[in-house]
């Protein structure tokens, strides 16, 4: 048997961070060059909005087995590599699913949400398939110490992020949603995509997506019901709980511009009742 493996690069990425520790967990807009020989592979490629890259992490080290998630707190504990998405693992591969703006006749693309930093090699790309990639249903690990452990600013951007990745457009409503989701995780005290959060969704379809988006809550689940909004038909009101606790949200002035939305105050944007019951 040969156990050898070998793989050849067939393109390099283009980005505005040269060091990983600099590489925001979000990611940046860059580019991936293809190289010549490979460009007839990317025939038909921009009929995806996304795709997958796998890429060749060449500033990870392969010889540690535990890590931390060192862009988030050095407070975090250890856990295996296999556990994490650190760039130092046997074999340093990453996968990441970018968004595709753009394509070149000399085979670059224009791509956004790219983690890779100048110069890394590209291993290979595939459509990605919300149909077959997309797990909706999926499960992970409480997330409430990392979270705790972020600054403001990156929580916004993982909150935009997951609000985005269901909703499809960044919008009014999608932030609403986060100002909404930052409000309500300081009450509840923790990761809105644990079990035990229930989402209430009122009426707006926008703010509805994204907050579904940002909490992973379905019906199926029993995580995801509807407001009452009879008391006040003018309001746009939707709710997080807990066992113990509450918090609704009424929405009753039209949605703002994006940039007002993201710097005023919460009582600019909604009314807030919290009912603690425990």
């Not at 710097?263 to 603690?276: G, V």
Request: hydrophobic share 40%.
């Amino acid at each position: 048997m040969n156990d050898s493996l070998e793989l050849t690069p067939v393109g390099v990425v283009h980005s505005p961070i040269h060091e990983k520790s600099l590489m925001p967990v979000q990611g940046v807009r860059g580019q991936i060059e293809i190289f010549s020989p490979f460009i007839p592979a990317l025939e038909g490629v921009e009929t995806s909005s996304h795709l997958i890259l796998l890429a060749w992490m060449h500033h990870g080290r392969r010889d540690l087995l535990r890590a931390r998630a060192r862009k988030v707190s050095m407070d975090l504990p250890e856990k295996g590599v296999f556990s994490l998405r650190s760039p130092s693992r046997p074999n340093p591969i990453s996968m990441s699913v970018v968004r595709l703006l753009g394509r070149s006749a000399e085979g670059v693309l224009d791509v956004d949400c790219i983690d890779c930093i100048e110069g890394t090699p590209v291993i290979d790309l595939k459509p990605y398939q919300p149909g077959w990639d997309c797990v909706f249903s999926a499960t992970h690990h409480d997330r409430t110490v990392k979270i705790q452990k972020m600054g403001p600013s990156e929580y916004r951007q993982m909150l935009t992020r997951e609000a985005m990745n269901y909703h499809g457009e960044w919008c009014p409503g999608a932030a609403i949603a986060v100002r909404m989701a930052e409000c309500a995780t300081l009450v509840l005290g923790g990761d809105l995509r644990r079990q035990e959060v229930h989402l209430f969704i009122g009426g707006h379809p926008c703010i509805t997506d994204s907050l579904i988006g940002i909490t992973g809550a379905r019906v199926g689940a029993a995580r995801l019901s509807r407001t009452n909004q009879e008391e006040n038909a003018q309001a746009l009101a939707y709710a997080f709980s807990i066992p113990g606790c509450r918090i609704d949200f009424s929405i009753s002035r039209p949605l703002m511009d994006i940039s007002f939305i993201l710097a005023c105050r919460n009582e600019d944007l909604f009314s807030i009742r919290i009912d603690s019951t425990g």
